[in-house]
């Protein structure tokens, strides 16, 4: 393990941690959209090894570092449930605990499904929460690498990141620097003091003029990453931009499956 920092504000019931795995010599190809499968040591209760945890990367293909035989990823642990109980996440706690230099069993990468568009041209649409967005940033930091190289041909980036206060939220510092003419982001707050709740499909709804055209655009693909709870108001959302661009969304949803744009990855 490379590195291990704590990326959301210090809070009672919830630890998000960005964490660096290093891989050395030893060749671990990866693509922006996979996962990867962690072991951690020890045995459960009934004395068998534990199973393996699969979190997406949030890094892109060339490491956390470009150039270095490294990936990241966003990983959180629940201290407490809404009751105040503790609560035990074996692979989550064992993750958010590591010191720099402790080894980790890795298997993997795995994942064909959610990989992201080739051509630098393709207009991104990201609609996560929480650490949903490890595979929004892989996406963004290769689109953001691809601009510095000069190789970045103009597709848009748009991105709705929703979490129950700006304090839980993954990243928040970092997203608010990138600049505005290479991502469009939205966030989404769900528990803030004296504010109404607002979910990503919210937000989705107030920027239907901007949504609409990239939604009748071929060249547009939508990742969508998060709490399965999510899913059903995210299309709902997309079905409503749809209709207020005069679009027919039994058609459009129907291209968008078809062509493999609409990518779905909740739990």
Known sequence: MAGNVRVTAVGRDYDTHHIV???GNAPFPVLEGQSIGVVPPGVDASGRQHHARQYSLASPRNGERPG???ISLTIKRVLEDHQ???VRGVASNYMCDLQVGDKVEVIGPFGASFLMPNHPRSNIVMICTGTGSAPMRAMTEWRRRLRKSGKFEGGKLMLFFGARTQEELPYFGPLQSLPKDFIDTNF?????PGQPKRYVQDVMRERAA???PLLADPNTCFYVCGLKSMEE????AL??????AGLSWDTVGAALRKDGRLHLETY
Request: proline share 4%; hydrophobic share 35%.
């Open 233 to 236: 108001g995210v299309v709902l």
């Open 68 to 70: 270095y035989n490294n």
């Open 188 to 192: 989404a707050f769900s528990r803030t």
């Open 21 to 23: 795995l290093d891989f």
């Open 84 to 86: 105040g109980n503790p």
């Open 239 to 244: 079905r409503d931009v749809a209709q207020q």
């Open 210 to 212: 901007d949504l609409g």
